[in-house]
């Protein structure tokens, strides 16, 4: 194949994001024919949303090369992606509500009446005739604010059809979408295709790999797999080059006791959230008990985060309850949850179990405040001793009157680990606990995690990181479309393969759930 | 920005270099002055001598500048309280005025009580100044509105009604002047370094100042308020009621305003002008700015500012300038304090 027939060419593309020393993008090669219809594949953190970011200009790349219709480019902005007919539908969509379907399509790109003020009887018209040409079901004056989430989605698309896209990049455009309207979406894709148009789905959805794509590529941790046309391989192999294969964390875990006193228990727990067609938790029942860790494993937008979200205390389940230690605990904020005893090491170490510009010792104390208070009073000096005791015991690089946005990532999360440790009572949440962090601070983390288990307390590990959890956990709870999926024994996890694991994360296989 | 933590022991060297950027400031805006002098004025040199000298020259000039930075060190506390909490209070005019005035009428109303009188009068001022930005504080916390839209709106408002109440109903019909009846002469502040306008009230905002600097770093609320306003969800997070601190720190703030509104009425005017306090409220929160919303700057950026007005006074008294060019000095003050560029300066830069 010459490089005419491609509509793109990537090569060698290294993306670095600074603040991690994470490599996003490792060496990777990816090309896309005239005319198709390529999903790039892979699970979360595999680079697949970097790399389409580097494409459409909204990221510069460390080093490789883009060609575009055979001539190498530089595409620095969303500008010059335009120009060169890329266009891109993000994963969640960006439209102004109180703005017609035509304001928002022509917005930055306006037909002007004298070369002055904005058309709106030819913008309609301009919209109109987009809609028509592919059929979509909705009108140009149509405010947004009245339109499904489906039909906003349309609206994005059109908005890059208006500009002329011949390659057209969608990121995750199933994630909100009901059975029909996805149905309806890839009809309209196929079209597109016909026509002479390149797409690029980001997708981790097996089923619609299949449904949709003539060749799909695969990536994990930052690396190209491969590129293969859909038809000659089986949805086992994409599952199993996704997931890669299993590598030792090489975690020592003294052997697991049976049961003794449950901690955590869901009782069949419902989210529903406005404006989605399906509930984000549904019928989640389980138990931790002591001195066990508990894996929750899954694919991004399956319910993780929520889990995650309703331990906080941050979102209020809507049906179900929670005890703890045999106390209903259903709907209490996290003020109620952290007098309770909530010990709990977010997602978001920048964003919500730090504050940026405040000391080390600061941080340190947020939860346990009251310890450190008499008649309302803070005693410094107990706060600075505190601090330099931890500071200590986990080997922090920093000082107690450090600002903690001055630390390495690794850092931070010593600091958020150090306090949450500090405070547990009987059992503790961990999510995504090594996000982001190099090889020595996650056997760090991994160390704290077992040693916690084996002194007694229910750990609850939320992780999209296989080998994390397969290493760490005791029983593993598979999350898929907001439900148990799969829950497995001691036996069953030390048996299981990342094939078996990925075909329950993505929904192929279903086991019978008993034992809660 | 951060707070050093521990001053006393790491020496002075963390708050000079924290003050770098607004000392450049300072320089660039005197700069100007100068400038503006020589353009100016035909004999920049004498000009130049009062607008420096002149505020320090005798104890009058002295004390009257001291007394303008009373308002301006409460408005500068009363922003910064806010600011540690992420609330923007620009309000203060209304919550000003309004303290002011009611402060007058209650001292009035109370004078047989004695000075017990005088103190329920200030703690009203402080009241009302509290209710009147709290409100913006509720509307936030109950709605999410932005409190910066409606303690503006709402202080215009307020303006407009004392406005009337001194014309109208409360007018002193004894006097010409478009004002209240004074207060009675046992309830006013001692005078400090006659024959200036200087009056305790001064020592009232010097305590002010340690008040808010001890209750920001050293109390449990204090703690909470700067969380919250550092990162509210980590605040949440750490179950910190935080949308309390959506109310708290604008009630706090608007009391000190209207604690500035009724020092200036006990220590200084005795009496609601119309419109007397105007602009005071704005040049607090320029006042925060140079400061960068830490308590204990406030004073040395009050005490410039009335420096710079006190000097344009007194280069007009004694030269051919107008009063106007502290209007423009302050102005690129102002300007120069909301550039980024100048905020960064000096402060740690996060290290990847």
């Known amino acids: 194949m010459t490089d005419v027939d491609l509509a793109v060419a990537m090569h060698g593309v290294v993306k670095i994001y600074p603040e991690t020393q994470l490599h996003a993008n490792d060496q990777v090669d990816l090309t896309l024919r005239k005319g198709e219809i390529l999903c790039l594949a892979g699970e979360n953190g595999a680079g697949k949303t970097t790399l389409m970011k580097v494409l459409y200009g909204m990221e510069r790349p460390d080093s490789g090369t883009i060609s575009v219709g055979g001539i190498e480019r530089t595409i620095t902005s969303v500008m010059d992606a335009n120009a060169l007919g890329i266009g891109m539908v993000q994963q969640h969509v960006m439209l102004i509500d109180d703005f017609t379907v035509a304001q928002n399509v022509v917005l930055g790109k306006e037909p002007k009446r004298f070369g002055m003020h904005l058309d709106v009887p030819r913008s309609q018209h301009l919209v109109n005739e987009v809609i028509k040409a592919h059929r979509f079901s909705i009108d140009a004056a149509d405010k947004v604010a009245s339109l499904a989430v489906g039909q906003k989605q349309q609206v994005e698309i059109v908005k890059m059809l208006y500009r002329d896209v011949d390659i057209l990049i969608l990121d995750e455009p199933t994630a909100v979408l009901t059975e029909q309207e996805t149905e309806a979406l890839f009809s309209t894709l196929r079209a597109l295709a016909n026509q002479g148009k390149s797409l690029i789905l980001i997708t981790h959805k097996l089923r619609e790999i299949r449904a949709i794509s003539d060749r799909v590529a695969i990536m994990r941790q930052g690396k190209m797999v491969g590129e293969y046309e859909t038809a000659t391989i089986t949805e086992q192999d994409i599952s199993r080059m996704m997931m890669g294969q299993s590598v030792s964390l090489d975690v020592v875990k003294p052997p697991y006791h049976r049961k003794k006193r449950p901690i955590i228990t869901f009782k069949d727990v419902f989210v529903v959230k406005r404006n989605q067609p399906r509930p984000l938790l549904s019928h989640l029942s389980f138990s931790a008990y002591t001195g066990e860790v508990l894996g929750f494993a899954g694919v991004g937008g399956n319910g993780l985060g929520v889990l995650e979200a309703v331990l906080g205390g941050f979102l209020p389940v809507s049906t179900g309850a929670v005890f703890h230690d045999g106390k209903d605990i259903t709907l209490r904020g996290t003020r109620r949850a952290r007098s309770d005893g909530l010990a709990y090491v977010p997602a978001d170490r920048l964003k919500v179990g730090s504050a940026l510009y405040a000391t080390v010792a600061e941080n340190l104390i947020v939860a346990s405040r009251e310890q450190f208070t008499r008649f309302g009073w803070l005693q410094r000096r107990k706060i600075e001793k505190h601090a330099d005791a931890l500071i200590g015991t986990y080997n922090i690089r920093a000082q107690a009157f450090s600002p903690i946005g001055t630390l390495s990532g690794g850092n931070i999360q010593k600091v958020v680990l150090a306090r949450e440790i500090d405070r547990l009572q009987d059992f503790i949440v961990f999510s995504e606990p090594t996000w982001g962090l190099d090889v020595a601070s996650s056997r760090f983390v991994y160390d704290k995690i077992i040693s916690l288990r084996d002194r007694g307390a229910a750990v609850i590990l939320i992780s999209s990181n296989l080998d994390e959890i397969l290493a760490l956990s005791d029983r593993v709870a598979v999350l898929c479309r907001g439900s148990i999926s799969a829950l497995l024994s001691p036996e069953q996890v030390a048996q299981v393969t990342k094939e078996e694991m990925g075909s329950y994360m993505l929904g192929m296989n279903q086991q019978e759930v008993r034992d809660v | 920005m951060y707070e050093p933590q521990r001053l006393r022991r790491y020496g002075i060297q963390p708050v000079l270099r924290n ?33 420096f000298l002149g505020p320090l020259q005798n104890t009058y000039s002295f004390g009257n500048m001291l007394n303008a930075a009373i308002p301006l060190i409460f408005g500068g506390l009363g922003i910064s309280l806010a600011m540690r909490a992420g609330s923007f209070n620009l309000g203060g005019e209304g919550q000003l005025y309004g303290g002011a005035f009611a402060a007058t009428i209650a001292a009035i109303s109370w004078s047989s009580w004695g000075l017990l009188g005088g103190i329920a009068a200030v703690v009203v001022g402080a009241l009302v100044g509290g209710v009147l930005a709290g409100f913006s504080g509720l509307l936030r916390m109950k709605w999410n509105t932005n409190e910066l839209i409606t303690s503006f709106l709402l202080s215009n408002v307020v303006v407009l009604i004392i406005n009337y109440l ?28 006659e024959p200036s306008n200087l009056s305790t009230g001064f020592y009232g905002a010097l305590i002010a100042v340690l008040l808010v600097h001890v209750y920001l770093y050293h109390t449990k609320s204090g703690y909470e308020l700067r969380m919250v306003g550092l990162n509210t969800m980590f605040a949440r997070y750490g179950g910190i009621n935080a949308l309390w601190y959506r109310v708290w720190p604008m009630m706090l703030s608007g009391a000190l305003y209207g604690l500035g509104g009724a020092v200036a009425i006990f220590g200084t005017y005795y009496t609601s002008m119309r419109e007397f306090l105007l602009g005071m409220g704005y040049n607090g929160l320029a006042v925060a700015l140079i400061a960068r919303f830490r308590p204990a700057m406030v004073i040395p950026a009050a005490l410039f500012f009335a420096y710079i007005e006190s000097g344009a006074r007194s280069a007009m008294m004694h030269s051919d300038v107008t009063f106007e060019i502290a209007s423009i000095v302050q102005a690129v003050v102002f300007f120069l304090v909301t550039s980024k560029v100048f905020q960064t300066i000096g402060t740690h830069r996060r290290r990847s």
Do not use: C, H, K, W
């Open chain 2, 19 to 51: 003050s770098l950027g607004s000392a450049l400031i300072v320089a660039i805006a005197l700069f100007f002055l100068v400038l503006l002098a020589v353009l100016l004025s035909d004999t920049p040199g004498t000009t130049l001598r009062y607008f």
């Open chain 2, 166 to 193: 001194i014309a109208g109903p409360y007018q002193d019909p004894e006097t010409n002047l478009i004002a209240t009846r004074s207060i009675p002469e046992f309830m006013r502040f001692t005078r400090i370094l």
